[in-house]
Every structure is written in C-alpha cells, then in structure tokens.
C-alpha cells in the first residue's frame, strides 16, 4: 500500500480549487465538499457506489484539505446518489444550476480528470 504524500504542486492546486466556494464537486471522485472557510472546516458528501480510483481521489483531496490546514468536520454517503449531480440534485440544486456550474467550471479550466500525486 502506497501512503500519499502531498507535493507542493497538490496543495497549491488544492488551495486554488477551493478559493471563494462554498461547495466543491468532485465528478472524478464521486463527492462534493462544503466548505467552511471562516472555521477551516469541511463535511464530504459521497455518492452510494465508488470504485477504487474514486475512494483513492477522496482521500488525496481529503489529505490535502487537512494538510492545509482544514479539520474533517463529517461525512456521508448520499442514499440514491451515484453522481456528484445527484448529490448536488439532492442538496435542492435544480438542472438550470447545475448547467451554471458545468460552464463555471469549463471556464475555470478544470479538468475533472486530474489525478492528484
């Protein structure tokens, strides 16, 4: 078992992911973050049914998310979700929302492919 180490590179990345939100999805990896940037807090919600390379994403943000100074404040597995749109469905986001998101994040420059390490 290989234990994640952070670089540099992964914290900043993650610093800048995170900068000026409230909620952080995670398609890659099944999940989405609230974020409590005043208290340095974070909760995960999980979709039901991820795989190996999405349990593994989770734990990288998580570690990087700890590592820069954030506690862990809970997390759950969503009954029903098998996508971060189901999660964010389920949090009362309606398609309209979510096609905002979707084109916020192509302008961003996000690639939700990106493999942390």
């Known amino acids: 078992m290989t234990v994640y180490v952070p670089t540099t590179e992964d914290l900043e990345w993650t610093r800048r992911a995170i900068r000026g939100r ?4 995670v398609p890659s990896g099944g999940f989405v973050i ?3 940037h005043e208290n340095m807090e974070f909760t995960t919600l999980l979709q039901i049914k991820g795989g190996s390379p ?3 994403l989770h734990e990288r943000v998580h570690v990087n998310l700890v590592t820069i100074g954030y506690t862990a404040k809970r997390g759950s597995f ?3 979700a098998h996508s971060t749109d189901d999660i964010l469905r389920k949090m009362g986001l309606t398609e309209e929302d ?8 192509q302008e961003w420059g996000e690639d939700e492919e990106r493999r942390l390490g």
């Open 54 to 56: 999405e349990i593994d």
């Open 22 to 25: 409230k909620v952080w999805a």
């Open 98 to 105: 979510l096609a905002i998101i979707r084109e916020v994040s």
């Open 34 to 36: 609230l974020l409590d």
């Open 78 to 80: 969503i009954e029903g």
